[in-house]
Structures are given as C-alpha cells and as structure tokens.
C-alpha cells in the first residue's frame, strides 16, 4: 500500500479491509493522510458495502490482498477462508461487472 500510494500519486486508492486479526490501522500511519489514499472498513464478502465503494468512485481495477492468510486458521476454521477467498473474490467481481 505504502507504494502504491506514493509513486501512484494521480491515481485515487481504495482500502476496503475489514481489519481481522491480521489487520492493522497503525501499518498504514505512513499513508492515512495522502489524499489519493481512502481507508474503508469493510468486508469483501459484503456486498452492498463492496457495491457501494463501486458504485461511488468509477473503480478501474480491482486488486484482491483480502486473505485468511494464517495457514493453521484455514485449517481450523475453514468456513472463514473459503467465504473470503471464493465468496469474497465473487463479491468484488460482481460488483466490477455491475459497473461496468
Ligand atoms: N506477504 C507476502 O509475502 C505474500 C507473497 C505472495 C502472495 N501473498 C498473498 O497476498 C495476499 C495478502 O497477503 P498478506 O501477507 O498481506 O496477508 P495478511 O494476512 O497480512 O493481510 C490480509 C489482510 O486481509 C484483510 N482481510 C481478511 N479477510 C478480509 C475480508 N473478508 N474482507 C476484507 N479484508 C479482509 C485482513 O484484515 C488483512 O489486513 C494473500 O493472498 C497472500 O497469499 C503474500
């Protein structure tokens, strides 16, 4: 994100995490106030949260980091993995081709 948002700079940049045990406000301090930077709380899987983003700021590209990225919890708790990667990827595909 940090470099994203620096040598993008005409480019307007969406976060949308839902902060899960990985997620952390304080890793993105550097990069809170840029103002092509919006932070948005939200769950990939939601999809009237994912629609609205979309809907609001004409998205051009959409790259998906949301991830259950802890292997021992996409063990564990299988259900949660799944629903972000397969459900959530579905979420943020539909809502591009929606606006599209
Ligand atoms: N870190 C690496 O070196 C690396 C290398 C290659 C590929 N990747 C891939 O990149 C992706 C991200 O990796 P990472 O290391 O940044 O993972 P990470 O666990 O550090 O971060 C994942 C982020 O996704 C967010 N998240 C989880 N579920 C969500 C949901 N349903 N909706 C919205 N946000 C959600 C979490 O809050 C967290 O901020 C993964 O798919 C990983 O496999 C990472």
Redesign the pocket.
């Known amino acids: 994100m940090h470099y994203m948002v620096n040598i993008y700079k005409d480019i307007k940049i969406i976060n ?5 045990y ?2 952390n406000l304080e890793n993105l301090k550097g990069v809170e106030n840029n103002p092509n930077y919006t932070f948005v709380e ?4 939601d999809k009237e949260a994912i629609e609205d983003i979309s809907n609001n700021n004409g998205i051009d590209y959409v790259v998906n ?6 292997v021992d919890s996409s063990i564990r708790e299988l259900e949660v993995f799944v629903k ?1 990667n397969v459900l ?1 990827t579905a979420t943020l595909l539909n809502a591009a081709k929606k606006q599209w």
Do not use: P, Q
């Open positions: 949308a995490d839902n902060l899960t990985a997620g939200a769950d990939i899987c980091f949301a991830a259950e990225s802890y972000t959530g």
